[in-house]
């Protein structure tokens, strides 16, 4: 069901835009693909023009420039991607999909216009950490530890080549997506008029750095890092300033960024499972 809310939220937020076409697609456009639609587009589109390669691991620089040279000389080279468009001017929706079950599974997506390519971003990051990323975090303190309505809800952002989102997700009693929905929406309105504390900052650039010198230890989810790094168009240096970057940032920065980039007012909700009647927030008590 997260895949399916998400889904939602894309088709409605990109229509007419590629991200608007679900992940996986549909069964009948899955069905009507044959081996020679898919010949044609690995003839068409693994190609060296359209070619970043990443390698991490033990090798010298030269026997890595001699492993790429032999990739890309053995694939076509007369094929590139076309840029993507930018996308449409977002709309707010509230989306409801009927579907049996106990529970309800949510998603909002709050559209970005940050480029991740700029420092405004790192601070969009550290936002994200204190709003909805671990235990500690706003949104978790607020709906699992104060009112008990979920076991899990959780922020990330959606870096994309234009443009992005804030996701949140998260599932709950049917009988309280209205209540859990407002609570939300007040955390984070609360947050973005006054910004995370300086206890809030600290902690989340501590949970980010030991995040990421694990990913960083590791071959694998290094090389992933620097494959989203290329496709993203970060700064050559993104990997040795991004840590005392973030630890630059104060909380008036945070503050100011979501005050003057985020509008709650463009927010898309999606939901997933039975339309029931709806009950006030359980007592805290």
Not at 45 to 52: G, I, Q, R, W
Request: aromatic residues 6%.
């Amino acid at each position: 069901t997260q895949s399916r809310v998400s889904s939602e939220i894309y088709r409605h937020l990109f229509k007419g835009h590629p991200y608007g076409i679900p992940e996986g697609s549909t069964p009948e456009s899955v069905a009507a693909i044959d081996t020679d639609n898919l010949r044609a587009f690995h003839r068409k589109a693994f190609s060296a023009n359209n070619l970043e390669m990443v390698m991490v691991g033990d090798l010298s620089r030269a026997q890595a420039e001699a492993i790429a040279e032999q990739i890309s000389q053995a694939l076509p080279q007369n094929w590139a991607a076309i840029e993507l468009p930018a996308p449409p001017p977002a709309q707010p929706a509230r989306i409801h999909i009927e579907q049996s079950g106990a529970s309800n599974t949510l998603a909002m997506a709050l559209p970005l216009s940050i480029p991740v390519n700029t420092p405004d971003y790192l601070r969009l990051v550290l936002a994200n950490e204190v709003l909805g990323s671990g235990l500690e975090s706003r949104l978790m303190q607020v709906l699992r530890q104060r009112h008990g309505l979920t076991y899990n809800i959780s922020s990330h952002l959606v870096p994309l080549q234009t443009g992005g989102l804030l996701l949140i997700q998260w599932e709950v009693a049917s009988a309280h997506v209205d209540a859990s929905l407002a609570l939300v929406r007040q955390t984070l309105e609360a947050f973005y008029q006054h910004g995370p504390t300086l206890a809030e900052l600290h902690f989340a650039r501590q949970q980010i750095a030991g995040q990421w010198v694990r990913g960083v230890a590791q071959n694998q989810r290094l090389a992933s890092i620097l494959a989203e790094q290329a496709q993203l168009g970060l700064a050559d240096d993104y990997l040795n300033t991004y840590l005392p970057c973030l630890g630059a940032i104060d909380t008036r920065e945070v503050r100011e960024l979501t005050q003057f980039n985020v509008d709650l007012t463009r927010q898309v909700v999606a939901s997933v499972g039975p339309a029931v009647a709806q009950m006030p927030l359980p007592s805290t008590d």
